[in-house]
């Protein structure tokens, strides 16, 4: 397995609020990738990206690989509940914070398999057998709208509520993460993006650039892209490998 992550500041923010982070555990037989795109105040969100970041590392390294689904599930859980409570906890004790939170999107990928925390609009994508399909489901408001068939997808990119999402990591004292299981070996391909990505650049855009692009000249195309077509918000990506 091979993981590849980049981030940029995009063309018109002040400051970068997304964190990407990742490595490896068991001699390379685990890799781990974190993403999150902060929100909140001045640099609210870059303090809330950056403390769910610095949880995530401080505790992956206790996963056990050879640990039941359910115990892994419960691992992954525990790992958002911590940084939630860190970040709420934060943001109570500093009025200058007050409202930060972050998305999350926590990948641990290990014996052929790979498992997901899923928390805010940020979103995963897995290519298998040459498609694209989003793993996740967007906490957001236009992505209710979606559910209700009220506006299509495509409406949503352009929504001008496109960024109202309904959960975030350290806004309440609890969060209910979603988590998702599924199998990752041979040709797949994982890729996180926050919505700096997303919002700019369709799932088929994005196996389009895979087909042409790969390991970090994937993620320099992938960012450009975005920016290209206006790049008007932090953009992270972390690209991960099955079998490479």
């Known amino acids: 397995m091979k993981l590849y992550t ?9 400051s970068n609020q997304d964190t990407v982070d990742g490595g490896t555990l068991y ?7 974190v993403l999150c795109d902060g929100m909140g105040g001045a640099n609210g969100g870059s303090v809330a990206s950056d403390i769910a970041r610095n949880v995530v590392k401080e505790n992956i390294g206790l996963f056990d690989m050879h640990s039941s689904e359910y115990q892994s ?4 859980l525990d790992i958002v509940a911590k940084a939630n ?5 934060t943001q109570r004790k500093d009025p200058d914070l007050k409202g930060m ?16 925390a899923h928390v805010g ?20 408001l236009v992505q209710e709208m979606v559910n209700r068939g009220e506006i299509t997808p495509e409406q949503a990119m352009v929504h001008p509520r496109k960024n109202y999402i309904t959960r975030a990591v350290g806004v309440i004292p609890y969060i209910d993460a979603d988590y998702i299981r599924l199998p990752f070996a041979g040709d797949d391909i994982l890729i996180a993006c926050s919505d700096g990505l997303s919002n700019y650049i369709s799932m088929e855009s994005i196996l389009n650039h895979i087909r042409l692009y790969e390991d970090e000249a ?9 920016k290209s077509r206006g790049g008007g918000d932090n953009i992270s990506v972390a690209v991960l490998y099955a079998n490479k």
């Open 6 to 14: 980049q981030t940029d500041i995009g063309l018109v923010r002040s």
């Open 27 to 33: 001699d390379g037989a685990l890799v781990w990738t």
């Open 73 to 76: 599930e419960d691992f992954l």
């Open 85 to 89: 409570s860190n970040i709420y906890h």
């Open 101 to 116: 939170g972050t998305t999350l999107e926590l990948i641990v990928a290990v014996q052929g398999r790979a498992m997901v």
């Open 121 to 140: 609009d940020s979103r995963i994508y897995l290519v298998h057998n040459g498609e694209i399909n989003q793993i996740t489901v967007d906490h957001s």
């Open 218 to 226: 994937l993620t320099n195309a992938l960012i450009e892209s975005a």
